[in-house]
């Protein structure tokens, strides 16, 4: 299956999703990165151009490794897990930023401006922009810079200028819209390095085919490891960069089950979540220069999204996957926060592994169903990210006492400091 | 009558027009109405009545902040749309519903070319909406005798206009500047050059937006530019001047 063969189709499209819907001032400036996108889309050397950087400065391959002890303990399917999380800047968001850093080069374009939720993908675009020599502007809504400081931190160090979002619900949705506002302003200089599967085409396409590596490698390691391919495979999904990137390793194996995982925020008949696909409450619409599902009221008004996880916490889906969706040729599940929270405990505690908390989701689905699948059988899990770094993020996620007498301290200090 | 000859008509009387925008429910439907009795005694000739929507990407700060205001107010599409069969029938303006294609995409495009219809509305700016993607919703607005108002750029190839020229109806809509609304453009000669080029593409009458604030903006599109198009300037002498505010500003503007 060659879901970007356009060819008996509409360029851009998905079944009825994706496509362009962009102010007219940007056609040109798409038509131009399509072009480019085309042309390092057909050139071998650009493919091992990229891959020779992301083994030279970010560790690739990244390993497949065996959970032993879990899938011990739960007693079902063999559990096994991509280490994306050993990525430079700790996630797969790096895979993405290099390629499109490699692509702006090649534009002539000087200057680089992001949208950022967790700031993972604030964090790789500002490390790239500092290797390639690049101006570089990030825009986080202002609810995330205030949950995600050490990132903001690393981000202005890296030389990067981070712009807080007072717009909107002052989340990642509100960075996009206020990227689209720098874009139509300075394009001549200026590319848009947007992190996930999402946008207007050809950034889907764009951002699959770069985080396409992930099941490259996985599928060869887990050939390698077991001799034979997985039954189930995990991922989960924000925008969809880090799933659509691992399930490409396994597109064209028809009993292989793909199981993306959504934020199920405070779970079924909240309100107060970020499943598009596993729950009942998004509608098809257009949006950010896309349609695809969106979490929106009847007359088109995005609703309030809501995740313990602020990479997943958005309004739309990849449009590849809502149609992939709509083909039941990828299913899709919920992991509620508090399904978080359990989860991580129990990864680090029997496999001293920490994922980040938008990669627990995954292993929260993957958990639940390897426990009823029998021995032989395999599961792979994505780890998009690791969650050490999340540490402000993640002691208040496990409401850790001793942590937050170590801040209430480390504030005392400062105060006094400053005297 | 269509939009092109009631364009025609009111030129007959001045060497060129004004069409002014208001942000539906922001502050207030009252205060609207306020501003659009101001504008109407002004002479103004078309007014645009935005459909708030919570992602306004191609808006700048000022009508960001109004669509979402106006969202939290609790506006509804039903408003809109008895607020602009309200004006249609009070004013001698002609009203354009100006928004987000998803408002129309999720009442579905036959009802809304209908609702605008039905409102008094002439016709709809669009501008996250490609031709590309409008084929059936021109064809369903070309039946009901609405136009869909198509948007020129500088940036726009000579290519890119032709194509832009062949769907337009009405008017064209030439955006002076790369950016967002709100934030002032230097009237010179790209502005002329945009203006000559939308001209070679098309002959429908030209609107020339984004930035145009002062009565001197006016004069140096008269002669070139059919109609001038007056967003947040307007918005802004509201919010800090209120109704003495406006009043003046419309008087210069077009005196
Ligand atoms: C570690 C990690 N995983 C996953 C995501 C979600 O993005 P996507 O669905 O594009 O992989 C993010 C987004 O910030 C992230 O930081």
Redesign the pocket.
Known sequence: MDIFDFSDGREGYYGEYGGVFLPEILQATIEELLECFRECKADPTFWQEYVALLQNYSGRPTPVTYLENLSRELGGAQIYVKRDDLNHTG???INNVMGQGLLTKRLGKKRVIAET??G??GFATATMAAKFGFDCKIYMGAVDVARQRPNVFWMENLGAEVIAVEDGQKTLKDAVNECMRDWVTNMADTHYIL???CGPHPFPEMVSWFQSIIGMEAREQILAQTGRLPNRVYA????????MGLFQGFFDEPNIELVGCEAGGEGVGSYMHSARLAYDDASVGVAQGYKTYFLQNEEGNMNETHSVA???DYIGVNPIFAHLHDQGKVRFEAATDAEVKETLKLTMRTEGLIP?L??THGFVVALKEAATMSKDEIVLVNM??RGDKDIFTIADALDDSKWKRFIEGKADQYRRERG | MGLQSYIAERKRGKDILVMAHVVCGYPSFEENMQELEIMAEAGVDLVELQFPFSEPSADGPLFVHANEESLKAGTTIDQCFKFMAEVSARFPFKVLMMGYYNTAFKMGEERFVERVKEAGGVGYILPDLPVEEAVNLHRLSEEAGIEPIILMTPTSSDKRLAKLGLASRGMVYAVARKGVTGSKTNMGDDVLALIERCRQHTNMPIGVGFGISSKSDLDFLRGHADIAIVGTAALKIWKDEGAPGLKTFFAELMA
């Open positions: 996630s797969h968001k939720g967790a993972q993908h992190g996930t599967a989960c999904v924000g925008g969809g960069s880090n799933a602020a990479g997943l980040a938008e990669s998009s990210g």
